[in-house]
């Protein structure tokens, strides 16, 4: 397995400060939703905070998962659809939420179930950027993103121990 050369480590509370800032961001575009869908299994963490923010009640959520390995995605297949409620007007009124898009392939799949709901995301890399309407940091599509629920306390060497000419 290959992994890029790039990391992106974040913290707990690191990830809570940027899940909240997203927060903030949506919040002031002072609309009503009607429900939020976490994209699963990375959108959990974030819309349990977005959902505190902002005080919405009805989250449900999509499962789509990928049957890859780390250095290629392969295909998609949704294991858990929408609640056919959510998907009245085409999803409008509805907040989706994933931590990270990337590639993209994910939110295309939710976008055609829902092409008029506002999709968050707390990081994105440029593929996947054209699908999202509001994140907070982008990264370069190189870049791997360690999530802090996917990680031990570990130490990290230098970014510049690694990179001498």
Not at 41 to 66: K, Y
Not at 104 to 121: D, E, L, N, Y
């Amino acid at each position: 397995m290959s992994l890029p050369d790039k990391a992106f480590p974040v913290s707990w509370d690191q990830f809570h400060r940027d899940a909240r800032a997203l927060a903030w961001r949506v919040a002031g575009m002072q609309r009503e939703w009607r429900a939020m869908v976490a994209i699963t299994r990375g959108g959990l963490v974030p819309a349990a905070i977005i959902c505190r923010e902002l005080g919405i009640r009805m989250i449900e959520t999509v499962c789509i998962a990928s049957y890859h390995e780390y250095d290629e995605q392969g295909e998609l297949k949704v294991l858990k659809d929408v609640d056919s409620r959510l998907l009245e007007n085409e999803g409008d009124g509805i907040l989706v939420v994933d931590d990270l898009t990337d590639t993209g392939k994910t939110a295309a799949i939710v976008r055609a179930m829902m092409p008029k709901a506002h999709f968050a995301t707390v990081y994105a890399k440029p593929k996947g950027r054209p699908l999202i309407d509001t994140f907070v940091t982008e990264v370069s599509q190189d870049t791997w993103i360690y999530f802090p629920w996917d990680m031990g306390l570990t130490y990290q060497e230098p970014i510049t121990k690694g990179h001498r000419g």
